[in-house]
């Protein structure tokens, strides 16, 4: 009879062993540490490690949750194991910063292409590991953030040398540096066209309204006089925007100061220092000014503007307007009522320029060409 009542009572036992390891939730809940971040048993670790497919058991298939159990969602963003809102920048971007990149390989595989949750990094981001979004590696993506909030902000992952850091890609990787100009932005014809083309209101973001360094402590005067108009230093001086005249022609000078070199885009006109585009200084056309320079240095260094035969080179002003030549006497002075009277008061102005022996020195004018001395 006791042996009857135990087996009856083990047969109960396992009937409930089964109803329960089938059905009973207190018997399929998790373990007390499965929501605790820090222990082996972590569900986040679990997921990662064996995926979600043992969880569709309970929490249905689409993980949306069953009578039986909750659904992810009521505390995630998705299956992922993300909590919600994990989508806004400020959390997951956050999140990358402080941790890096190596738990996000976990789930989305090491080059985030989605692993086994399917969801590819590169959907929202470019360069998945950077974290940036789409359109970032254009000028008005992350160069404006540069302007807005320096390159500082970049540091945390391209380094504090801007070289590369936790990416290992570095902004001079397409930049001259971390100010955001792209390479060789300091050759003239990089920079200098840009300002050329679009004035230096763009330069102020970064440099300052006066333009003398502003948040990226470069000020444009290092280099040049005036940076609006993107002169070099000391291109003032005759020597240097004189002499780019000569060798290029005034027509160079025309994107920034007008067709008219009255100002155009700079507001600099040529003609506050210049009778005209041609370089030469105010008042140049008086005797005094460019007649006593042929005096003193011949009128060879006209030709640059003027052309070999004085007629008006790329200048288009020929000397002849108002010269018999290149010399510098005035139209009509082979006129003996000219000349003659002039030779009459002193013939020390004449060996100037035709030699002391009036046999013509650096102007190739012989006065024995039409005279038999030089005093007839």
Same mark, same amino acid.
């Given at each position: 009879m006791l042996k009857i009542s135990l087996l009856l009572l083990i047969a109960c036992l396992l009937i409930a062993g089964?109803?329960? $390891?089938?059905? $009973?939730?207190?018997? +399929?809940?998790? @373990?007390?540490? #499965?929501?605790?971040?820090?222990?082996?048993?972590? *569900?986040?670790?679990?997921?990662?490690? $064996?995926?979600?497919? $043992?969880?569709r058991n309970c929490h249905g298939a689409d993980l949306a949750g069953t009578a039986a159990a909750p659904?992810?969602?009521? %505390?995630?963003? !998705?299956?992922?194991? *993300?909590? &919600?809102? #994990?989508?806004?920048?400020?959390? *997951?971007?956050?999140? &990358?910063?402080? @941790? !890096?990149?190596? +738990? %996000?390989?976990?789930? *989305?595989?090491?080059?985030?292409?989605?692993? #086994? &949750?399917?969801?590819? %990094?590169? &959907?929202?981001?470019? #360069?998945h590991r950077g974290g940036h979004p789409d359109g970032w590696i254009e000028p008005n993506g992350h160069g404006n953030i540069v302007r807005r909030f320096g390159p500082d902000s970049c540091t945390e992952c391209h380094g504090a040398d801007h070289r590369g850091g936790q990416l290992a890609v570095g902004c001079f990787d397409c930049h001259d540096g971390p100010g955001g100009h792209p390479v060789d932005w300091l050759l003239p014809e990089w920079h200098g066209s840009d300002v050329v083309r679009n004035g230096a209101t763009d330069c102020q973001d970064c440099h300052g309204p006066d333009l003398r360094g502003g948040w990226a402590e470069i000020s444009c005067y290092q280099c040049h006089d005036w940076p609006i108009v993107s002169h070099p230093d000391g291109w003032a001086e005759g020597a240097q925007h004189g002499a780019r005249v000569r060798q290029e022609t005034a027509f160079a000078c025309a994107g920034c100061h007008g067709d008219d070199f009255q100002g155009g885009s700079s507001g600099v006109s040529c003609f506050q220092c210049h009778d005209g585009p041609g370089g030469h200084p105010t008042g140049w056309g008086a005797r005094a000014a460019h007649g006593q320079t042929v005096v003193d240095d011949s009128a060879l260094d006209c030709r640059d503007c003027h052309g070999p035969d004085y007629r008006g080179g790329w200048s288009g002003a020929s000397c002849y307007q108002c010269h018999d030549g290149p010399g510098g006497h005035p139209s009509g002075y082979r006129s003996s009522e000219l000349h003659g009277k002039d030779a009459e008061v002193s013939l020390h102005q004449c060996s100037v320029c035709h030699g002391t022996e009036f046999r013509g020195d650096w102007t190739g004018v012989s006065c024995y060409q039409c005279h038999d001395g030089p005093n007839p």
């Open positions: 089964c109803r329960g $390891d089938v059905g $009973d939730p207190a018997v +399929r809940q998790h @373990d007390e540490s #499965w929501l605790d971040p820090d222990a082996a048993a972590f *569900h986040g670790t679990r997921t990662v490690r $064996d995926g979600v497919e $043992d969880c659904g992810c969602d009521a %505390c995630h963003a !998705g299956a992922g194991g *993300h909590p &919600t809102d #994990w989508v806004d920048p400020a959390r *997951h971007g956050a999140a &990358t910063l402080a @941790d !890096g990149f190596k +738990r %996000c390989e976990a789930c *989305h595989s090491q080059d985030g292409s989605g692993g #086994w &949750t399917g969801v590819d %990094c590169t &959907t929202c981001h470019p #360069w």
